[in-house]
C-alpha cells in the first residue's frame, strides 16, 4: 500500500498442556511457552509497531507465590525489549543459583514467566495515546485468584461510550474510557457475579471458605459469563482473556469480521490472528489448524479441557476483505490465493485501458503488499498473450514462415522493477512543508527502464488517501517520460470509514469520497449536500438497529467510472506531463475472488453491526460540520 495506513492488532495465546518438567526434557529448556510465545509475536510484528506485551499465569502455586506477571513496552523495538526483560531474569537467577538452573520446581517458584499459560499482543493503536499503559494485555486484580482478569485483543467496539454508561450505571467506577478497559470491566463485573453466586451455594452446601476456591474455579462457566458480558458488544473483535486460577479464552465477534486460528496437540494449545505464525512456529499443516467460528468462545480449563461454546448467535460471516487484500501475512495459502486471483480479475479493465497494446506496456508495482496481485496479473497476461498467439498461428498456419513464428512466440508481457522503496518516513518531522519533501523521496526509480513511447501500468493493493501517489509516486514515475501511466488498485474504491480497528475513521481523509463531492457539488446545489447531513442527524436519533446508511446517497449519482475518473483527475498534478488513469477492482470481482469473506463495508457501505451505520452517519456530520474526529 502507497498510503500509511495503522491496522488492527494481533493476538497470541498458548497454553501447555503437559508438566513443565516434560518441555524441560524434551526441548531442554524452561523456557519453551516463552520461546514460542516470542516466535508468535514476531510472526505477527506486521500488526504491531506501537507497542507488545505479554502475560502468564502459573498453575498450582501456593499462596504468597505470584502467579501472575506482565511485561508491556511502547519502545522502538517493543518485542525484542519485552522479551529481553523476561530473559533477564532468567539468566540472573541461572546465574546466582547455578545448582537449580535445571530444577523446574525452583525456577518455577523463583523466575517470572516460567509458566504454562500465556497471552501475548501486538498493538497497532488506531486512536489515543502510544504510551506503555495504552499496551495490551490490561489486568484485574483481585487476592481472590479466580477474580483475577488478563485481557488482551484486537478489537474496537462502536457503542464504547453507551458501555461505559452502563457500567457506571452497574456501581462501577472504570479508571479510563477505553474500549479495552470497558470491555475488560464489563467481563470482570460478571466474572465476579459469578464467583459470589458460586461461593453463595457452596457456603449454604456447608463447604468451608479455604475448600471453596478450587471448587469455584472448576465450576466457573466462562460460556455464560461471556453472553453476558458481550450482549451488546457491537464491533469488530477478537478478544482473548486469561484468568487467575488458569482457565483461558478467546472470544470472536459473531460477523467473523477480525480472524482467529488455533491449533491443537497433545502438548500445546493455540490461538494467534494468523493462521501461517501457527504453521511455521509449531511446524504444523495447513488442514491441523481450525478458525474460531464466529460467534464462539475457544475456552481451555485450568485442567486442560478444550472446547468452543457459541457466546452470541451468527447469523451471518462478514470477514474483513480487507484483511485478505492488506493485512494478513500473504504467506497464508489461501490469502495468496485470494490475491493472486484479484490480479487476474482486473487484467480486463487494464486491457481496455492501454487499448490492447500490450506490446508498448510495462508492468511493475508498488512495493510490497502488491506484487501477489501484480503475479496473478502477469500470467493473466500471459494466458491472454499465449491465446492470441494460438490464434494467430491457427489462422495463418498455411503462410507463417520460421521469422514470424519465433517473433510471435517470443512475445511476454514486459516486466520492470520500476519503483524502488528507498526511505522510510520519519514521523518526527511534523511541519508539511519538510514532511511533504520528504515523501517526495519515499520511492525512487529505475532508469532507462521504459521508453517514452510505453504506458506504464503500476500495480497497488489499494488506495485510501491517495497522499503518497499524489506526492510522491506520480512525480517520481513522471521522470520515465512514459505515454501514459495507468495505476491499478486490486482493491475496490474505499468509500467508507472503518470502524472497526483500522485507521479510517474520518470521511474527508478518502480520496473516493472526495472526488464523490466533487462530482456532487458539480450535479447539484449546495442546499443538497445539507439535505444528506440533516438526513444524517435525523437517521442517528434512532435506535440503532433502525439506522440506515445515508452517506451511499453521496455516490449512488455516480457510476464507478465517473469517480475513477474524477479520482485520475485528482491526482494529476500540473508538472505531470504523462496520462494518468486509475482502475480499480470492481466489488463483484472482490466477491470472486473472496467468496468466504464477505466483509466489504469499506467499498460498499454493507456494514456487519448495526453500529457501523450510526459510525459513518456520524462520519459525514463531522465533515459537514468541519470537525476532524473520530466517530465513534
Keep these: 500500500m502507497s498510503d500509511r495506513l495503522n491496522h488492527e492488532?494481533?493476538?497470541?495465546?498458548?497454553r501447555l498442556l503437559k508438566p513443565l518438567e516434560f518441555y524441560q526434557e524434551k526441548y531442554g529448556s524452561a523456557s519453551y511457552g516463552l520461546n514460542k510465545l516470542y516466535l508468535m509475536l514476531e510472526k505477527q510484528h506486521n500488526r504491531g509497531q506501537d507497542g507488545a506485551g505479554f502475560a502468564s499465569v502459573k498453575l498450582n502455586v501456593k499462596p504468597g507465590q505470584r502467579f501472575m506477571h506482565r511485561e508491556r513496552s511502547a519502545d522502538q523495538n517493543p518485542i525484542q525489549e519485552i522479551f529481553k526483560l523476561a530473559n533477564e531474569n532468567l539468566s540472573a537467577f541461572s546465574k546466582e543459583h547455578p545448582k537449580s538452573k535445571d530444577d523446574i520446581t525452583i525456577l518455577k517458584k523463583n523466575v517470572p514467566h516460567v509458566s504454562e499459560l500465556f497471552l501475548g499482543h501486538v498493538r497497532y493503536g488506531t486512536f489515543g495515546k502510544n504510551s506503555k499503559d495504552a499496551v495490551h494485555p490490561f489486568l484485574r486484580q483481585n487476592n481472590w485468584m479466580h477474580r483475577n482478569l488478563i485481557v488482551a485483543g484486537n478489537f474496537n467496539m462502536t457503542n464504547n461510550k453507551q458501555m461505559f454508561q452502563?457500567?457506571?450505571r452497574l456501581g462501577q467506577h472504570p479508571k479510563e474510557m477505553s474500549d479495552t478497559v470497558t470491555v475488560m470491566e464489563r467481563i470482570g463485573h460478571f466474572l465476579d457475579d459469578s464467583v459470589s453466586k458460586i461461593y453463595k451455594k457452596l457456603k449454604k452446601e456447608g463447604v468451608s471458605k479455604m475448600d471453596a476456591s478450587s471448587i469455584i474455579a472448576e465450576r466457573i462457566d466462562l460460556q455464560k459469563i461471556l453472553?453476558?458480558?458481550?450482549?451488546?458488544?457491537?464491533?469488530?473483535?477478537?478478544i482473548g482473556g486469561l484468568i487467575g486460577h488458569g482457565d483461558a479464552f478467546v472470544v470472536r465477534d459473531p460477523a467473523g469480521i477480525r480472524p482467529a486460528f488455533f491449533y491443537k496437540d497433545d502438548e500445546v494449545v493455540v490461538v494467534a490472528s494468523e493462521r501461517p505464525v501457527i504453521?511455521?512456529?509449531?511446524?504444523?499443516?495447513?488442514?491441523?489448524i481450525k478458525e474460531i467460528n464466529p460467534g464462539d468462545c475457544l475456552i481451555i480449563k485450568k485442567s486442560g479441557k478444550v472446547f468452543s461454546k457459541n457466546v452470541i448467535k451468527s447469523n451471518f460471516k462478514k470477514s474483513c476483505s480487507f484483511e485478505r487484500i492488506y493485512f494478513s501475512r500473504g504467506s497464508d495459502q489461501e490469502i495468496y490465493n485470494e490475491r493472486k486471483k484479484l490480479g487476474k480479475l482486473v487484467f480486463p479493465q487494464i486491457l481496455e485501458s492501454v487499448d490492447s497494446d500490450l506490446e508498448n506496456t510495462v508492468f511493475s508495482y508498488i512495493p510490497n503488499t502488491a506484487e501477489v496481485s501484480f503475479y496473478g496479473l502477469i500470467q493473466e497476461a500471459e494466458k491472454y498473450i499465449i491465446d492470441l498467439a494460438r490464434e494467430k498461428i491457427l489462422r495463418n498456419k498455411n503462410k507463417i514462415n520460421d521469422e514470424d513464428l519465433k517473433k510471435i512466440l517470443s512475445f511476454r508481457p514486459r516486466i520492470e522493477k520500476v519503483a524502488i522503496k528507498d526511505a522510510k518516513l520519519r514521523t518526527f518531522i511534523t511541519d508539511d512543508v519538510n514532511r511533504d519533501e520528504l515523501v517526495k523521496h519515499v520511492y525512487d526509480i529505475t532508469y532507462g527502464s521504459l521508453k517514452k513511447t510505453d504506458n506504464l501500468v503500476i500495480v497497488d493493493d489499494s488506495i485510501v488517501?491517495?497522499?503518497?501517489?499524489q506526492k510522491s509516486i506520480l512525480k517520481m514515475l513522471?521522470?520515465?517520460?512514459?505515454?501514459?501511466?495507468?495505476?491499478v488498485s486490486s482493491a475496490p474504491q474505499i468509500r467508507y470509514p472503518d470502524c472497526y480497528g483500522i485507521d479510517m475513521a474520518i470521511m474527508e481523509d478518502l480520496i473516493a469520497f472526495r472526488a464523490a463531492i466533487k462530482l456532487f457539488?458539480?450535479?447539484?446545489?449546495?442546499?443538497?449536500l445539507k439535505k444528506i447531513y440533516e438526513k444524517c442527524i435525523s437517521e442517528n436519533?434512532?435506535?440503532?438497529?433502525e439506522i440506515r446508511n445515508i452517506v451511499r446517497e453521496v455516490y449512488e449519482p455516480f457510476s464507478d467510472e465517473q469517480i475513477s475518473k474524477e479520482i485520475s483527475k485528482m491526482l494529476k498534478d500540473k508538472d505531470i506531463k504523462s496520462d494518468v488513469e486509475v482502475v480499480f477492482q470492481s466489488i463483484e470481482n472482490l466477491h470472486k475472488a473472496c467468496p468466504e469473506h464477505l466483509g466489504d463495508w469499506y467499498f460498499s457501505g454493507n456494514y456487519p453491526t448495526p453500529g457501523g451505520n450510526k459510525v459513518v452517519n456520524k462520519a459525514f456530520i463531522n465533515y459537514y460540520e468541519g470537525m476532524k474526529v473520530r466517530a465513534y
Aim: charged share 30%.
Design 9 to 14: 492488532c494481533g493476538l497470541a495465546l498458548i
Design 521 to 528: 457539488k458539480r450535479k447539484y446545489d449546495d442546499n443538497a
Design 166 to 168: 452502563d457500567l457506571v
Design 227 to 238: 453472553v453476558k458480558a458481550s450482549s451488546d458488544w457491537d464491533g469488530g473483535y477478537v
Design 279 to 288: 504453521q511455521t512456529v509449531f511446524n504444523t499443516d495447513f488442514d491441523e
Design 541 to 545: 436519533k434512532k435506535t440503532t438497529a
Design 465 to 469: 488517501r491517495g497522499t503518497t501517489l
Design 478 to 487: 513522471n521522470r520515465l517520460s512514459p505515454k501514459k501511466i495507468v495505476v
